[in-house]
């Protein structure tokens, strides 16, 4: 799969919220995640694709997700997630802005990084 298929099935899986099948059918076992800031004062870096399926696991078990859209654009490709969600527990609904910005090598994802908006 080339850079820009592998762009608009990440956006087809996001926009069906089938986060596992993503990870299983387009990340490479040695994925890298990084978040913009680290939860708990751990590493904001997450390695293969067990990390991934954790990180996962907490945002399917912490958010409802009441809609969610992505973009892509360019060779390496950035996908811009804009998400209106609630904390299960808080109860508090927000809305969430990042973009994510994927590598690709031998037709998988090897690295994502995620940064939030400013406002």
Not at 26 to 45: F, W
Request: proline content about 2%; overall charge negative; hydrophobic content about 35%.
């Amino acid at each position: 799969m080339n850079t820009e298929q592998l762009a608009k099935k990440v956006v087809e899986l996001v926009r069906k919220q089938s986060w596992y099948e993503a990870l299983d059918t387009l990340y490479d076992d040695n994925v890298v995640s990084v978040e913009a800031y680290s939860a708990g004062g751990g590493s904001p870096e997450t390695r293969g694709k067990e990390g991934v399926r954790g990180k996962i696991d907490w945002w399917v078990n912490a958010m409802e997700i009441h809609s969610f859209d992505a973009f892509v654009g360019h060779d390496r490709f950035v996908v811009q997630y804009d998400a209106d969600v609630t904390d299960k527990n808080s109860k508090q609904r927000r809305k969430l802005s990042e973009v994510g910005v994927y590598t690709v090598k031998d037709g998988k994802i090897v690295r994502e990084e995620f940064l939030p908006r400013v406002e």
